[in-house]
């Protein structure tokens, strides 16, 4: 994918706009996302003429609204400085009502009652929208600091999702007041900028009304594409490959909308070569863009080629060693390798930069996991949710820890606060049917791994575990059934192999082997024999390359061969052939 030089110099104006508009609304995050965007694209040759003031740090083009948010300069700029500061009751005290009679916002008194939460209709216009989005935004913030430091401790006896955040009640109601008469009274409210849409989402999302966040997301983005926290909170929101179908068909063809789809398929896992060819697109685009590097790492992540991944995430750090956002994914391929020496030097250098950032806690907390330390790795997990009680992951690498300190319990429920933050971490759910099974429960253990092995349907791991758990329950021909699937994601190639592909011959292998058992199990020696025979077959070509071959996998085809080879002897005896 190319563009023409208008068209990158339209995208670079349109980019630096962006970046204002977030950061007047302290949109930090998405901020930064566009700047680091901007920065992506490559350097313009032809000379350019130099912008107006007005057009670098006003983007407003409504007449109205750029009367307004000039008259309240002073305000605004005071409020501003005040969530800068991390006061966000003070910031929204700038532009909301509060009583004569006590210093406290009417809402936050009796947050369901609606009348506590209204702003009057001539607050609401005397002030700009942009004025209005920080106001209630801070007032979002606010209700969400409240609900932390009311939650208290990780797992602690409040910690059980019965504390809300108090604000979203009086934000939705005074949402819905503006909305309804800037519907009745078009001209008095002026064309709307979609962040007052991305807000109502926002909130409608933290409120659980999936569905109708979604459609005012939807909206958001359809009258300002700029806005990636907009983008990420839709890409939260969808559940699977059908439904970003569905989402997609209401979206206008943007460069924006191709950033989303890319980065939606890479979080469901839909992952393909076309995926992995349209972030090379888009990398032709922004040659520069960290962002789009570790879109592709987690793409080859995924698709469990960690060796590619692990390549691609040094080369990040080597291009920018400050650049800490994608670390925890980078340490969860180190570990996974077992490459300790290399996850240490990480673990430095994300503590020389910044060590209280949750994915430097992460990356510390797999290095001790690595090292048998689990003690050290679970307070650095905890670590990293007392800095950001939302950071999915953590809760994910804290329930493994806690599973192999045998606390069953404390697993389950760090297991489960993952999976209601990030309902696409098939890592979560694997480890719930783990825990399940520990406490011997099976049904909930098939449970969850059928949850997993919808997020990844290729994956052998999962549907061997379900195959597993099923032959546990003594439910053989559905255990049969699952084995095959595992079969065909490990599909048999002669020829020449790498090691990586030797290593998942190897596994492919066990599985073959299992389902002979299985069916020999049953009473199906027929059955039995033949997938013994291709077993065998297999472990003989395999062996001929076994200097290549990684140890673990080794070991599968050494212990292996013998047995299949005694069993068959076995058999034949039995059976006089």
């Known amino acids: 994918m190319s563009l023409l030089p208008a068209d990158v110099s339209e995208l670079r104006s349109l980019l630096r706009q962006a970046v204002i508009s977030c950061s007047e609304r302290c949109q930090y995050q998405s901020t930064k996302w566009a700047a680091e965007l901007l920065d992506a694209l490559p350097d313009d040759d032809l000379d350019t003429e130099l912008t107006s003031c007005t057009e670098n740090f006003s983007p407003q083009t409504d007449p109205v609204e750029l009367r307004l948010e000039q008259n309240e300069l002073p305000e605004y700029l005071m409020a501003k400085a005040f969530f800068d500061c991390h006061e966000p009751q003070r910031c929204a005290a700038v532009f909301l009502p509060r009583t004569s009679s006590e210093n406290r916002f009417p809402m936050r008194k009796n947050p369901n009652n609606a009348t506590h939460g209204k702003v009057p209709t001539s607050k609401c216009k005397a002030i700009s929208q942009r004025a209005l989005f920080l106001a209630w935004y801070a007032l979002l913030m606010a209700g969400e600091k409240e609900k932390v430091e009311e939650l208290n401790q990780i797992l602690g006896p409040a ?295 919808a997020l990844r349907p290729g994956d052998m791991d999962l549907w061997q575990m379900i195959a597993t758990c099923l032959t546990g329950m003594s439910r053989i021909p559905q255990a049969i059934d699952a084995l095959k699937k595992a079969i065909v994601c490990t599909p048999y190639h002669t020829g020449n192999h790498s090691g990586d592909d030797l290593d998942t011959i190897c596994r492919r292998i066990e599985l073959l082997f299992q389902l002979a058992n299985i069916y020999e199990e049953s009473q199906n020696r027929q059955e039995a024999i033949r997938y013994l025979e291709i077993c065998l077959e297999e472990s003989i070509a395999v062996q001929r390359n076994v200097d290549i071959i990684d140890e673990t996998p080794k070991r599968i085809v050494t212990s292996i061969l013998p047995r299949a080879r005694l069993l068959l002897a076995q058999w034949a005896t039995a059976d006089s052939d």
């Open 159 to 453: 910690d059980t999702g019965a504390i809300v955040n108090k604000q979203l009640a009086p934000l939705r109601h005074m949402l819905d007041t503006w909305f309804n008469e800037a519907q009745q009274n078009p001209p008095k409210h002026g064309p709307s900028q979609g962040w007052l849409e991305y807000l109502y989402g926002l909130v409608l999302a933290k409120d659980k009304n999936y569905d109708l966040a979604i459609s005012w997301l939807l909206k958001s983005v359809s009258l300002y594409p700029w806005n990636w926290g907009a983008w990420q909170e839709l890409t939260s929101l969808v559940r699977d490959g059908e439904h970003l179908n569905l989402v997609q068909s209401q979206l206008k063809p943007t460069i924006m909308a191709f950033i989303f789809s890319v980065h939606c398929r890479q979080e469901l896992h839909l992952l393909s070569a076309s995926l992995v060819s349209e972030v090379s697109q888009l990398q032709s685009i922004f040659p520069r863009s960290l962002f789009l590097g570790g879109q592709r790492a987690l793409v080859f992540y995924r698709m469990k080629d960690l060796h590619e991944a692990s390549s691609l995430f040094s080369k990040m750090l080597g291009c920018d060693p400050r650049h800490l956002d994608f670390l925890d994914h980078y340490s969860n391929v180190l570990y996974t390798l077992g490459f300790r020496e290399r996850l240490a030097f990480v673990a430095q250098l994300a503590s020389t930069i910044d060590r209280y950032r949750p994915e430097t806690c992460c990356v510390i907390g797999n290095y001790y996991s690595l090292s048998s330390r689990h003690e050290d790795a679970i307070i650095h997990f905890r670590r990293a949710l007392i800095l950001d009680r939302n950071f999915s992951s953590a809760w994910t690498l804290l329930g493994h820890e806690y599973l192999k300190l045998q606390n069953t319990h404390a697993a389950i429920d760090s297991y489960r606060h993952a999976v209601d933050l990030n309902n696409k971490d098939y890592r979560a759910f694997v480890g719930l049917g783990q825990a399940y099974e520990v406490l011997e429960t099976p049904t909930f253990s098939l449970y969850y791994y059928r949850r997993a092995v």
